[in-house]
């Protein structure tokens, strides 16, 4: 494995959260292979870091959301419930960061058990932690996953449609798009004359 040392103080936070930035940067992309090396990497250099408190819930959730299949986004939230259990491996504030994606990963995978659990984590995180209007909109898009897997299919385009107006409006437009085509996706699926959120 290659080290970088960042700083002179020999920190390595910027080493495992820049591959973890570059991952998400290039699966937009469509470099996910090469997205994929780089999260795991960023783990690596996360474990052993001082700091890896305040990225393994980070990796986790990117590792997560990186996940083509539901049945592969939950098997990576799996791990990192065994990895990111106490104060040791995670911080307050940076737990939404793996409290959504694992919220909706196990929406995804029919795990309503498990998606209740990171649901409440996600909406006291977004509202008493983070509040933030990013994470509102994540918070939407959690509901609007929740909504789907309960097969709530105009309550799920409409939170899906409030999620992508709040990444919008935070300046987060892959998230937006994201939720907009989650939204649209949903339209074929509802009665004629209520394809509006």
């Known amino acids: 494995m290659r080290r970088r040392r960042i700083s002179p103080q020999g920190c390595y936070s910027t080493a495992s959260s820049g591959p973890q930035q570059a991952r998400r940067s290039r699966s937009s992309r469509g470099h996910r292979d090469q997205g994929v090396l780089l999260v795991d990497e960023a783990l690596s250099v996360a474990r052993e870091s001082d700091v890896g408190f305040h990225l393994l819930d ?59 659990h990171w649901e409440k984590a996600s909406e006291f995180l977004a509202n008493v932690v983070m509040r933030l209007p990013a994470w509102d909109a994540a918070l939407e898009e959690v509901r609007g996953h929740r909504a789907q897997a309960r097969g709530e299919v105009a309550d799920a385009r409409q939170r899906f449609a409030a999620a992508a107006a709040g990444f919008a409006t935070a300046g987060q437009p892959l998230d937006e798009a994201r939720c907009l085509a989650l939204a649209e996706d949903l339209a074929s699926l509802l009665p004629p004359g209520r394809e509006q959120p």
Do not use: H, K
């Open 58 to 116: 980070r990796i986790y959730g990117t590792r997560i959301s990186a996940a083509t299949e539901p049945a592969s986004a939950l098997a990576a939230l799996e791990e990192a419930e065994d990895a990111v259990r106490g104060p040791v491996e995670t911080c307050p504030g940076c737990r939404i960061t793996l409290a959504v994606p694992a919220a909706i990963a196990a929406a995804r995978a029919g795990d309503v058990e498990r998606m209740e």
